[in-house]
């Protein structure tokens, strides 16, 4: 599966009604059409670019936006809706996690108190993680994480790297200051 493809499902996915489950279960269908190594390969890069979120900065954004409370399943969850904004966004906001104050779904939850926001409001999509494993579980007769342990991926907590110095995003902590 390239990278063309990989993005091109993820947005699709974000695209579907319903809500987060939904759209995980459109994607999981469509997962289950494609042969059995696309799925892994599907798997494989969704680690991989989800573990180009594990930053200082994006865990640090992270917390502001969930007003301080950020566990590794949080912060995991986050990285997945991430995605859901596009491969320029995510882009954007690997190499800069201040440029989340651009995105229109992030100011649009900084204008609400957090006490406001449905369940599909938050910035988090765990399920997008359960796609693949479902669609292969339907397609092949063991688990994902054994294939993907034997290529040398892990189903791992995020693990980003303690800054030296404190991560300053001012343009995000000012949305989400008051």
């Not at 180009?52 to 590794?72: E, K, M, N, Q, S």
């Not at 910035?123 to 339907?138: I, M, N, R, V």
């Amino acid at each position: 599966m390239t990278d063309e493809a990989f993005w091109h499902l993820i947005a699709r996915a974000a695209e579907q009604p319903g809500d987060r489950d939904e759209r995980a279960e459109w994607l999981t269908e469509e997962l289950t059409r494609l042969p059995v190594a696309q799925i892994v390969d599907f798997a494989v890069r969704l680690h991989a670019v989800r573990a180009r979120a594990d930053t200082p900065g994006l865990l640090r954004a992270a917390r502001l936006i969930h007003d301080g409370v950020c566990t590794d399943e949080v912060f995991r969850s986050f990285q997945l809706w991430l995605l859901t904004l596009g491969r320029a966004a995510f882009d954007a906001v690997v190499a800069d996690a201040d440029a989340l104050a651009d995105l229109a779904p992030v100011r649009e939850l900084a204008a609400r108190p957090m006490r406001e926001w449905s369940a599909q409001d938050w910035p988090e999509w765990e399920s997008l993680d359960f796609a693949a494993h479902d669609a292969y579980g339907e397609s092949a007769e063991r688990a994902l994480d054994e294939e993907l342990s034997e290529l040398g991926v892990a189903h791992t907590a995020p693990t980003a790297p303690l800054s030296r110095e404190p991560v300053v995003l001012p343009r995000l902590t000012a949305l989400f200051s008051g």
